[in-house]
Nanobody, 125 residues
Framework: VQLQASGGGSVQAGGSLRLSCAAS????????MGWFRQAPGKEREFVAA????????NYADSVKGRFTISRDNAKNTVYLEMNSLKPEDTAVYYC???????????????????WGQGTLVTVSS
């Protein structure tokens, strides 16, 4: 499966962006789609994840209350709505697929085996 991330751009602090991640084929209901980000000089970190079947979500503490992950199964697409953006949210954002079936929403990037190409989000103060 191929993942295509889009929607990045430049915004001022306090602004909003919506990222999209389109899968090349139907996602199996047990899969989890996650968003990660990598700022310059930093490790790639977990942002949010959603289970395709149930819509259950998990968020990093740094984005709780500001970001919302959702999925549209008919379009094989997962979204990341980002509000109240801060300069520290500046990063390349990647979507990724965890094909393990289970109850957890993984936060470790090593558990995701398909990755999109990344989309740059720049937040200016």
């Amino acid at each position: 499966v191929q993942l295509q991330a889009s929607g990045g751009g430049s915004v001022q602090a306090g602004g909003s962006l919506r990222l999209s991640c389109a899968a090349s084929r139907r996602l199996i209901s047990g899969y989890v789609m996650g968003w990660f980000r990598q700022a310059p000089g930093k490790e790639r970190e977990f942002v949010a994840a959603v289970r395709i079947s149930t819509g259950r979500t998990n968020y990093a503490d740094s984005v709780k209350g500001r970001f919302t992950i959702s999925r549209d199964n008919a379009k094989n697409t997962v979204y990341l709505e980002m509000n109240s953006l801060k300069p520290e949210d500046t990063a390349v954002y990647y979507c990724a697929l965890d094909r393990r079936v289970g109850d957890t929403l993984a936060t470790l990037r090593g558990l995701y085996d398909y990755w999109g190409q990344g989309t740059l989000v720049t937040v200016s103060s």
